[in-house]
């Protein structure tokens, strides 16, 4: 899985691509560590690319999310692919975390 | 049926997974179902890798193959601690941030991708088998 971040105004954008999963679930939490260590607090996840993810992943975002939490800030899901977003409402998690169609939706709730 | 069995350790999942997919490739499902597959298949074996073995060290057997031509099989065989992971409760899919837990999902999730999952222990081994079926004709193969 490849991780990139651009800060925007509003807070980072994390740019999945490929596999969310136990092997490459730990490198996201870092990722996403790494940015909370510098005060940001809003974090959206673009995931146009992401093809799959498994209860490991889940578990990463929901580590995130809870950290995210007890700080005031948020996480927001954007662009979620078909298997992904499937995983997503089986599990409960698309009520829990927000998912957006696009990443324009997602910034601007921001 | 097509066996492979490696160490039970996390560095051998992706080796499993690809093992799998070829095989179900071979079998001439969707590529949404393989996704699906391989998902299933990875719940099973990280939960093999963290729980078989307390000890250390043990092996995973997987084994792909169809059955009457309408059925992709996949079974998953270890010979560690007795477990079966259906009999545990499904997690609360209903409960918000705060009180959700980590972990538990796992299961859960092979139970909706799978069409049907079995479990039996035989001669001290811990033997889970998924079953997809063939897809209709005409299915969007993306």
């Known amino acids: 899985m490849e991780i990139s971040a651009e800060k925007d105004q509003k ?6 691509t490929g596999r969310m999963d136990a092997v490459s679930s730990p490198a996201f939490e870092k990722a996403v560590d790494a940015w ?3 005060g940001e607090t809003m974090i959206v996840v673009d995931c146009c690319n992401l ?7 889940l578990r990463s975002i929901l580590t995130v999310a809870k950290k995210l939490k007890t700080r005031n800030g948020k996480i927001l899901l954007a662009s979620l692919t078909s298997v992904v977003k499937e995983v997503f409402e089986i599990s409960g998690f698309s009520t829990i975390i927000p998912i957006y169609d696009s990443l324009e939706g997602a910034m601007a709730d921001l | 049926m097509e066996a492979l069995e490696l160490p039970a350790v996390l ?3 992706d080796t499993f997974v690809e093992f799998v997919r070829s095989g179900a490739v071979s079998f001439g499902l969707s590529n949404k179902r393989i996704l699906e597959i391989e998902l299933a298949l990875e719940e099973a074996l990280v939960n093999v890798f963290q729980n078989a073995y307390p000890e250390g060290n043990g092996l995973v057997e997987v084994c792909v193959g169809s059955r009457n031509e ?3 099989v996949i079974e998953i065989i270890d010979e560690g601690v007795p477990f079966d992971p259906l009999a545990r409760p499904d997690p609360d899919v209903t409960q918000g941030i705060e009180e959700r837990e980590i ?3 796992g299961i859960f999730l092979v139970k909706d991708m799978m069409d049907r999952v079995e479990y039996r222990r035989e001669d001290a081994m811990n033997v889970l088998t998924f079953l997809v ?3 209709q004709a005409g299915h969007d193969k993306t």
Do not use: A, D, Q, T
């Open chain 1, 51 to 57: 093809e799959y993810i498994s209860s490991s992943g």
């Open chain 2, 103 to 105: 972990g538990g999902l």
């Open chain 1, 11 to 16: 807070g980072v954008v994390v740019c999945v």
């Open chain 2, 11 to 13: 560095e051998n999942l």
């Open chain 1, 36 to 38: 909370l260590e510098k």
């Open chain 2, 133 to 135: 079926s063939k897809e």
């Open chain 2, 70 to 72: 309408k059925e992709f």
